[in-house]
């Protein structure tokens, strides 16, 4: 364990202390709580953005292959009776 010196807004510090009281917690332990969600939602974040980038690349590729066989679709049709 690692000890921090950090500052608040005394509007943040009485929330926290609120907090704190209500969770019957220490504000350590709160603020680490806090820490590791938003760390975690970042993470989150990113991972969705990559995703949702390799899905739409993956669409355009796609949409590239179907084009690519569209000529030789036509053609076989032709050939069914």
Same mark, same amino acid.
């Given at each position: ?9 005394? =509007?943040?510090?009485?929330? @926290?202390? @609120?907090?704190? &009281?209500? *969770? &019957?917690?220490? !504000? %350590? $332990?709160l603020?680490?709580? #806090?820490? !590791? $969600? +938003? ?6 974040? $990113?991972? =969705?953005? @990559?995703l !949702?980038?390799? +899905?739409? *690349?993956? #669409? #355009?590729e ?7 066989? *569209?000529?030789t =679709? !036509?053609? %076989?049709?032709?050939?069914? =009776?």
């Amino acid at each position: 364990m690692v000890y921090l010196n950090i500052t608040f807004p005394e =509007d943040l510090k009485k929330e @926290l202390d @609120l907090e704190v &009281r209500q *969770e &019957r917690t220490k !504000r %350590s $332990t709160l603020i680490q709580k #806090a820490v !590791r $969600t +938003y760390l975690k939602l970042k993470h989150q974040k $990113t991972v =969705d953005v @990559l995703l !949702r980038e390799g +899905y739409q *690349e993956m #669409a #355009a590729e796609s949409k590239n292959v179907m084009k690519d066989f *569209e000529k030789t =679709d !036509r053609e %076989s049709w032709k050939h069914v =009776d």
